[in-house]
Each structure stands twice: as C-alpha cells, then as structure tokens.
C-alpha cells in the first residue's frame, strides 16, 4: 500500500466518512430513495393497473381543487388549535410539576401515561368516552340537562373536529411538558432568589425570569410540535376516518385514502410532495428562528 493512500485513509476526514458511511447508506435506502420514488410518482398516473407518465397533471387538479384547498386549510387550523392549547396546557403543567410540592415525582410519573401507551389504545379510550350510547361524557350531559338524549360527539362535524384536537392535546401534552420541565430546572436559582429578595411576585419571577430564561425551547417545541401535529394519522382515523363528510380529513388521511384506498398512487404521490414541501418550510422556519435565537440569547 502507497504512502499516500495509507495517509488518506488514516486522516481524520476519512476515518470520520468511514464512520458516517454506514448511517448515509441506511438514510438513502430508507428514506432517500422512497423521497425520488413518490416524487417520480407524482408525475403518473399510477394506480394498480400500471402507470403512464402525466406530466405536472395532478399537481393542476389540486391547485385548481377546492376540496384540496379546503383539506390545507382545514389541517392548518387543526394544528394551530392542538398545538396551541399543548403549549399553553404543558407550560402550565410544567410550572406545577416544577413546584416544591410533597409527593411531586409521583405526579410526574402520573403525567407519562397519554404519551406512553399506545396512541392506538389511547384512542380506544377516548372513541368509549366519545360514544353517545354508554360513554361517560354523554351520559353526564344527560344528567345535567344539556341534552335530552344520547348525544354522538363523532356522527357531528364541529364536534368530530374538536373531539379529534381534544384527544391530540391529550396525547401531546405530557411530552411538551416534559420538556418544559427539564428546561425549567436549568435555570439558575440565584436569579429567583435575588429577584424574590427584591420583593417580585410570583407571576413576576414567571413573566420575567422563567419565560424568557426558556423562550429557546418554547420556541424550538412549538415548531417541531407543529410538524408532528400536521403528520397527526392514528388519532384521527381511529376516531373518525376523516369524517364525518370530510370534517377531519387532514392533508395526510386525504393522502392515504387517495393513495392506499383509491389505489390512485399518482395522485396519492402528489399530495405526499405537497406534504413534504409544507414541512420543509415548516423546517426552514424552525432553522431561522433557531439562529435570531441563539444571537439573541446567547444559545449554544
């Protein structure tokens, strides 16, 4: 073996390649190469008899689909809403789990469990809770006369909607939580402690000390929460399949059932590149938020 080719492969650029190898092969068969296959698709008529190449067809259909529109929309709102309320209700959250409370590692544990079990068991739940016939939330609407009979909150479309971000933020809210509770214990005490010697109030140490000190993580948990709400799919086609007559169909239902229900594969693709161009920017967002916020506090 040559001297130079002995160096090569010895240099640390190398060696850190040969590390890397291994995950970039992984990463271009599982995900890379299904990326240039759905956007090939995209551009057919591909379905389970065959396919034929249709130029920028389908991508015309949904710019000129009111449906389409509509699903963007619609999806947008049901991410805006859920992860709203998860930010709101995990910032809340943490500051309890936070507290200097008897018994807190207990309450800790007991905020795990919509995270960990199965989203698909979780939603089993929720469709018994839901139920007009025998579930409770029916039942106690009855006994305080808000209805005069069985009340079904699935078979309605505005209560379907808001059933379906009722059990998201049910099963994100722990998640979000945790992190806001690791953030918090990072902040130094000594600025609570001169901040209370100062005579500051609670809501004030919180407004001005807590708030900003974790700004960073709020931040970067909204983003990533935001993409993981818009790819939302067990909670919603467990709960109501993207009924009724469409009230819950999101982007990524109405990608399923054109691709995998309909066999329409190539329509199926487009909506999936759409999908894909959407949480690009989403991610693009997140990369440019992520720096103004590192120059503005200093995050490494």
Known sequence: MSNSLTKVLTSKAAFAWLLIFPAALYLSIIVAWPLIETFRLSFTDANIGGESYVGWENYE????STKFHQTI???????FISVSFKLVMGLIGASLLNAHIPGKGIFRVLVMPPWVIPVAIGCIGWLWLYNGQFGVLSGVMQHVGLTDGPYEFLAYKKSAFYSAVVTDIWVGTPMVSIFFLAAMQGVSTDLYEAAYVDGASRWYRFRRITIP???PVIVSMALLSAIWTFNSFEIVWILTEG????????LIIDTYKTAI????????AARAVVIVVLLSIFSIVYMIVLKKLEKRFGAK
Request: proline share 3%; glycine share 16%; charged share 15%.
């Open 243 to 250: 009924g009724p007559r469409n009230a819950t169909t999101t």
């Open 61 to 64: 259909k949904l710019a000129g």
């Open 261 to 268: 229900a309909s066999f329409k594969f190539g329509a199926g």
């Open 213 to 215: 000190q974790i700004f």
């Open 73 to 79: 929309g619609r999806t947008f709102y049901w991410m």
